[in-house]
């Protein structure tokens, strides 16, 4: 991921793992996990994504995550602005 920060991609990934948390104006957002062959993929999905995507986000199945790699202090995560479940 590191080198593609600033740039838009799109990956696949098995969602691990989540954490919803709130803006300072009481909005949900949630941070969530990836892992696909390379490893982990640490995500953000601000108030607009997480509403859109969190009834269809849920654990142990692939999804397509489309959005820009960020860089801040040293951490590298995806902010993700769309999302695609990969049907079986």
């Given at each position: 991921m590191p080198y593609f920060v600033n740039r838009h991609v799109s990956i696949a990934g098995i969602l691990i793992t989540g954490k919803v948390v709130h803006t300072k104006h009481g909005e949900p957002m949630e941070f969530l996990t990836f892992e696909d062959d390379t490893g982990l993929i640490e995500t953000t999905f601000f108030p607009k994504a997480y509403r859109r995507f969190c009834s269809i986000l849920n654990?142990?199945?692939?999804?397509?995550?489309?959005?820009?790699?960020?860089?801040?202090?040293?951490?590298?995560?995806?902010?993700?602005?769309?999302?695609?479940?990969?049907?079986?």
């Amino acid at each position: 991921m590191p080198y593609f920060v600033n740039r838009h991609v799109s990956i696949a990934g098995i969602l691990i793992t989540g954490k919803v948390v709130h803006t300072k104006h009481g909005e949900p957002m949630e941070f969530l996990t990836f892992e696909d062959d390379t490893g982990l993929i640490e995500t953000t999905f601000f108030p607009k994504a997480y509403r859109r995507f969190c009834s269809i986000l849920n654990g142990n199945r692939p999804f397509i995550l489309y959005g820009k790699v960020e860089e801040d202090f040293g951490a590298v995560t995806m902010t993700v602005t769309r999302v695609d479940r990969v049907e079986d």
